[in-house]
């Protein structure tokens, strides 16, 4: 499992998709189904952004790290 997100990605789905979702769930309510989901999308975005892999950019070959130097 080698690192798929790039840094952006990460910051994005960190600093404004978690907390954007837990503040979703917040007000619709953290016992109804769409809050449960939105608090699992959140803990799941959370995750990736962390260990910087995401199993769906994995699955479809995709990698938002940019262009990298050949190794010598």
């Known amino acids: 499992m080698s690192n798929n997100m790039g840094l952006l990605d990460r910051r994005v789905r960190g600093f404004l998709v978690t907390p954007a979702a837990v503040i979703?769930?917040?007000?619709?309510?953290?016992?109804?189904?769409?809050g449960i989901v939105l608090l699992a999308v959140a803990a799941v975005t959370a995750l990736t952004a962390t260990v910087g892999f995401c199993p769906l950019y994995a699955l479809f070959h995709l990698d938002t790290r940019g262009r990298r130097p050949l190794p010598h």
């Open 24 to 34: 979703v769930a917040l007000v619709a309510g953290f016992g109804s189904i769409l």
